[in-house]
């Protein structure tokens, strides 16, 4: 019976029992009846009192196979092994080795974990129930164990009629699995964590059940779900690495006309940090500038204002006042200037577009992924981070409160080099005290901002001007603003004031 339907009949029968009630009837007997028919119904196998028949784990009927996941090599292999253990034991058993039982796939959001599951049901064509962690959740003692049981009841149900046996899918699963006694009304949470403890130890070794579990808080769960022999697995999903991403735009840009200047590898370099879903949401959003631009191809253009959307958000309608805007300018243009210097071919964009928080943004790509930093690069980040501040200095004489973001980052990062023994403190205790490590940080910062303060002077006039170009387009690209400074450090050499006179010099390439 449909939603709707059900919906109609309930409210029908409330009214004809307030009717009957009114008309002197007694409609206690009716009432009792049908009350006692639903609690005992709700506790049949399979049925319960809140959901409806099928109850938590919905066969998923996807069409995602694993050619449809970018990257992810390792967690691809790990699973598809886990699969071919759980569910073709025949092979395995010659070799003695027992089943997995369960693997669990841990990692940032947005990184394919589910994607992962859904395509492991199709690798193997077993049944596949797929859950989530918080459809296990109810106010009401008892209901999310009972949801689990009949959850691994259908499991083995449809295991022993598919041959193939059965994937049970739980997403999000540390809504389930959070340490036991954290939670306030702990006693439901415990019993159907319980439950599920107890269902993963009953699956026996002729059972073909395989269990797949997802979450981003795999430091929240009860020690218990990670021991060997329930997750026997436990599967890093982790952001894409450069040919990851290349392959994941790949994958997403496969059925979209793409203009001849798009390049997916730079794309994919510039792309540092973004996981599978920063990069589906990429293409989306570039497609979509094309279509309001009624352009049948996406152009590069395109694809590097997405970028932007995608990090910062959508661009703002507020326009700050002309002297704001000049500041903000030569803010960024201070930022990209360093991050050039200290860098080289780092910018990829620079803009003053407002867009979320950000009055204005440069744009830098590592050469490469980078997993390790060295002392010498933390100072190149907290320096370019400083330079904003101080080419604002340069120029008006006074900083803004637009830095305070830069000071903050330079402070964290400041911080990582005195945790990580980086500092002239050299290595310290975790409980470093509160003041020597602000002093610390201080002593970091202030050095490298008075290196910052003499290093920017001479580049006063580049700075001014590429705020005026800046102020005028809105935005430089990468290429463009490293062509200007080469020209900048070309002729400034012989006299910064002939760039004034338009002949060949920055002047000419600026306008
Ligand atoms: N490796 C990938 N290859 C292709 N597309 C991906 C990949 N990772 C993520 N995506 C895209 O991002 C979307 C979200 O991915 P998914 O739901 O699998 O993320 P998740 O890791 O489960 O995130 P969460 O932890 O937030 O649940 C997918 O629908 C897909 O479009
Ligand atoms: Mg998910």
Same mark, same amino acid.
């Given at each position: 019976m449909s939603k709707i339907w059900k919906e109609v009949l309930i409210g029908g029968s409330i009214a004809a029992l307030f009717f009957l009630s009114q008309a002197g009837i007694n409609v206690w007997p009716a009432v009792v009846a049908v009350g006692g028919f639903i609690f005992f119904y709700s506790f049949?196998?399979?049925?319960?009192l809140i959901g409806?028949?099928?109850?938590?784990g919905k066969p998923a009927a996807s069409k995602?196979?694993?050619?449809?996941?970018?990257?992810?090599e390792v967690a691809k292999r790990e699973l598809k092994e886990a699969l071919d253990f759980a569910l073709n034991k025949e092979r395995t058993a010659v070799l003695g080795i027992r089943p997995l039982k369960g693997i669990l796939l841990s990692g940032p959001?947005?990184?394919g974990k589910t994607l992962l599951a859904k395509a492991a049901a199709n690798y193997t064509g077993s049944a596949f129930l797929h859950a989530s962690?918080?459809?296990?959740?109810?106010? $009401?003692?008892g209901v999310g164990a009972k949801r689990i049981r009949d959850l691994f009841e259908r499991a083995r149900t449809l295991a022993r009629e598919n041959k193939k046996g059965a994937v049970v899918f739980i997403d999000e699963i540390e809504v389930l699995?959070?340490?036991?006694?954290?939670?306030?009304?702990?006693l439901e949470y415990d019993q159907t964590l319980n439950q599920l403890l107890v269902e993963m130890d009953g699956i026996g070794s002729n059972e073909e059940i395989l269990v797949i579990g997802a979450t981003?808080?795999?430091?929240?769960?009860?020690p218990a779900v990670l021991?060997?022999?329930?997750?026997d697995r436990i599967v890093r999903v982790d952001l894409p690495d450069r040919d990851g991403r290349l392959h994941i735009l790949k994958i997403h840009t496969q059925d979209k006309p793409l203009a001849d200047d798009v390049d997916l590898s730079k794309l994919a370099k510039e792309? $540092?940090?973004?996981s599978g879903a920063h990069l589906e949401s990429l293409v989306n959003e570039a497609a979509i500038n094309a279509h309001r631009r009624n352009e049948k191809e996406i152009s590069w253009q395109d694809f590097s204002d997405a970028q932007e959307k995608v990090m910062l958000g959508e661009k703002l309608d507020r326009k700050p006042p002309e002297e704001e805007l000049k500041r903000v300018s030569v803010h960024e243009v201070g930022h990209a200037l360093f991050g050039e210097l200290e860098?080289?071919?780092?910018?990829?964009s620079v803009t003053i577009v407002p867009r979320g928080q950000a009055l204005g943004f440069v744009r830098q790509s590592p050469a490469e992924d980078k997993y390790l930093y060295t002392k010498e690069e933390l100072l190149e980040q907290i320096r370019v981070a400083l330079a904003g501040a101080f080419s604002e200095e340069l120029v008006f004489g006074s900083m803004s409160t637009g830095s305070q973001n830069d000071f903050s980052q330079a402070s964290r990062l400041a911080k990582t080099m005195v945790m990580a023994g980086l500092?002239?403190?050299?290595i310290v205790a975790e409980e470093l005290g509160q003041t020597e490590m602000n002093s610390e940080i201080m002593k970091i910062i202030n050095e490298q901002g008075s290196f910052v303060r003499e290093k920017i002077k001479p580049y006063k006039d580049f700075i001014q001007k590429i705020a005026d170009y800046l102020l005028d387009k809105e935005r430089i690209e990468g290429d463009r603003f490293r062509d200007l400074l080469e020209r900048y450090l070309q002729y400034s050499e012989i006299?910064?004031?002939?760039?004034?006179?338009?002949?060949?010099?920055l002047q000419a390439a600026v306008s």
């Open positions: 049949m196998p399979g049925r319960d409806s028949k099928l109850g938590v995602i196979t694993f050619m449809d996941i970018g990257g992810q959001p947005g990184t962690g918080s459809e296990f959740v109810e106010m $009401y003692a699995c959070g340490a036991r006694g954290r939670h306030a009304s702990h981003n808080r795999i430091d929240i769960l009860d021991r060997p022999g329930r997750f792309c $540092y940090g973004f860098k080289p071919h780092s910018v990829s500092s002239s403190l050299g006299d910064v004031s002939d760039l004034q006179t338009g002949s060949a010099g």
